[in-house]
């Protein structure tokens, strides 16, 4: 059995063929041993996902491979994330999460966690938690069903995601709930969620790739809705699904989608887009628009009454349109751009809104969808006046613009536009020459060499760990029964996965989230030209509050060589990053922080001392 004599991919076969023939315990136990070297090298060298997976399910048939199966998963979970493969990593990984009988590897879950994370979009969480919206859905999806009383009913639910809508079908009597999911990873979480309920049929496919014609569909119902309604396909994929239907009276959840917006003035929001003739490329074809909670900008004034920018049917033709909209202006000021908020009709009178708080509305607002933000140049406006928006409509984007503008700008990271607007750059602008390209990213962080610059000499990470209720919910999802952390301390598989570890929160407004700390400011890592950017550090602290941490806040600040200095927190257009904990964590009297700086992110983990 002289494996290394034999291709490498012949010699995996071969010890395969001869563990599926032993008997004796130890010979066994020898051919594991050379068949983890064999697999640790075929998997190097094997790019094929496929061939991969067939092997691996080859594997676990084999005797003794239950004692094995941590060493075997490893293998083929480090070579996914090596080769980008995320969700084969999920799977491999994940098995050695759920099934070791010891004490797990603390980096090993947290690897699988992040992989998780990165699977699995985070604002998904917020929308399964949020209470007006399942009831609203769930409402309007049992009063239509009601309404066919006695016949047989089929839903097809677009984009399901978890399966709640779908849930929420079945048990108001559908007869039959087609769930499609595109994604992957999300349909088999929506699949594991739905298993129990047996008029449920969960695909992985697109709406596109569904037979609607042998199906006698009477209702679709979707929330593939982003902060502009349009912007995830809901329009194109009821269009599809209606021209081939042979049901001409199929409905629709929702019925119909409006989108309104009106004139807003915020200092902090026009600083993030322009400076001068420098602005970033949000607001533009390329980005028409951006998604924030308007509610957590203290300085926004609203200018004018909101007007609508379009409505569509879903299931009716959409043309492309681009057209004029008037908006009348209640309050002088300075005009930054329009927020856009979704209004969307379910069924009969159950209508939600994504409207921000201060507008009052009559319908179920939804806490979990921000508000659109659509950049203008700075104009101002008088109250009486009516102020004309051109619409460019697509069936994804809605790029707004004002009549007539031809000033031309320069596109450059919003990051520049920060930096060029901050306080900091008003005092040392000369200085700020040789630091503005790509040193400073959202958040503070540093996301790249700083010191190519002759003028930057250190670069320091401040910050506290706290604790609080809301983040902590937002590491959780009771629905799929998950627990996803965003950090780790250490990188036990590849590098490739750094660049999964560190989640920027910079839409957490932290002067008014309620939230206790648990530390006082720690220096968590100072990087400079004498010290390597790889750089980690471990630190001790008491607890300040008997409370289990929750994240790591953490803020960048710059010392150049002159002296001058800059701060992310002291700066408006920057707030504080985190790192969140997860709800694992347990409460200590001391603990012990590590944290790690890869040059690019900034990772962290948190232990009771």
């Not at 995320?86 to 090993?108: K, T």
């Not at 994604?183 to 449920?200: F, H, L, P, Q, W």
């Not at 409207?355 to 101002?380: D, I, V």
């Not at 697509?394 to 990271?413: A, P």
Request: hydrophobic content about 40%; overall charge negative; some cysteine.
């Amino acid at each position: 059995m002289k494996a290394a004599t034999v291709g490498v991919d012949t010699a995996v076969s071969l010890v395969i063929s001869k563990l599926q023939r032993l008997s004796d315990t130890n010979l066994i136990e020898q051919c594991w041993e050379i068949l983890r070297s064999c697999l640790d090298s075929w998997l190097t060298h094997c790019q094929c996902a496929q061939q991969q997976r067939a092997c691996f399910e080859e594997i676990t048939k084999l005797k003794r491979y239950s004692y094995h199966e941590e060493t075997v998963c490893r293998l083929f979970g480090g070579a996914a994330v090596q080769q980008g493969n995320l969700v084969d990593a999920n799977l491999y990984l994940s098995r050695v999460v759920c099934n070791s009988r010891r004490i797990l590897d603390p980096d090993l879950f947290e690897t699988v966690s992040n992989i998780r994370n990165t699977l699995v979009v985070r604002w998904s969480f917020r929308m399964l938690n949020d209470i007006r919206r399942n009831h609203s859905f769930s409402s309007a999806i049992s009063s239509f069903l009601s309404e066919l009383k006695d016949r047989r009913s089929v839903v097809l639910d677009v984009g399901a995601g978890s399966g709640i809508l779908s849930l929420y079908a079945a048990a108001a009597g559908a007869t039959t709930v087609f769930a499609v999911e595109q994604d992957e990873v999300v349909c088999r979480m929506g699949k594991s969620v739905t298993a129990g309920v047996g008029n449920i049929k969960f695909g992985h496919c697109s709406s596109e790739e569904f037979d609607v014609g042998s199906n006698h569909v009477d209702l679709v119902v979707s929330e593939t809705l982003d902060s502009i309604g349009i912007g995830e396909g809901i329009v194109r994929s009821c269009r599809d699904v209606a021209l081939r239907s042979l049901n001409k009276n199929i409905s629709f959840i929702p019925s119909q989608v409006t989108l309104q917006g009106f004139l807003i003035h915020s200092q902090t929001l026009h600083l993030g887009s322009f400076c001068g003739n420098f602005r970033t490329n949000i607001g533009t074809s390329e980005e028409p628009y951006c998604c924030e909670f308007i509610d957590e900008y203290t300085d926004v004034v609203q200018l004018s009454d909101p007007a609508n920018i379009f409505k569509v049917k879903l299931g009716d033709t959409f043309d492309r349109t681009l057209s004029i909209i008037s908006l009348p202006v209640i309050t002088d000021g300075w005009c930054d751009g329009v927020c856009s908020f979704l209004t969307a009709d379910l069924f009969q009178d159950n209508t939600i809104t994504t409207a921000p708080n201060f507008l009052k509305t009559n319908h179920s607002r939804m806490g979990c969808w921000e508000q659109g933000f659509h950049p203008l140049p700075r104009r101002y406006v008088t109250s009486g006046q009516v102020v004309s928006i051109k619409v460019e409509l697509t069936e994804v984007s809605v790029l707004l613009s004002w009549v007539g503008d031809q000033v031309e700008y320069s596109v450059v990271e919003p990051s520049q536009v920060k930096l060029l607007n901050s306080n900091f750059a008003q005092s040392s602008s000369n200085e700020l020459l040789n630091v503005v390209p790509k040193v400073v990213d959202v958040g503070g962080l540093v996301i790249s060499n700083p010191f190519q610059y002759a003028s930057v000499k250190s670069v320091s990470f401040r910050g506290y760990v706290l604790h609080s209720k809301k983040l902590l919910s937002w590491s959780r999802v009771n629905p799929l029964a998950l627990c996803l952390r965003d950090t780790s301390q250490s990188d036990t598989l590849s590098s490739e996965v750094n660049k999964y570890r560190t989640l920027l929160h910079e839409n957490i407004p932290w002067n008014t989230l309620e939230h206790t700390k648990l530390s006082e400011q720690l220096i968590l890592l100072r990087v400079s030209e004498q010290t390597p950017l790889l750089n980690s550090r471990t630190i001790q602290f008491q607890g300040l509050a008997p409370l289990p941490p929750t994240a790591l806040v953490f803020w960048t600040e710059l010392e150049f060589q002159s002296g001058a200095k800059f701060c992310s927190s002291d700066e408006p257009l920057w707030r504080p990053a985190a790192i969140l904990f997860g709800c694992e964590v347990e409460r200590g009297d001391s603990y012990t922080l590590s944290v790690c700086f890869s040059g690019t992110s900034l990772s962290a983990s948190i232990t009771p001392a």
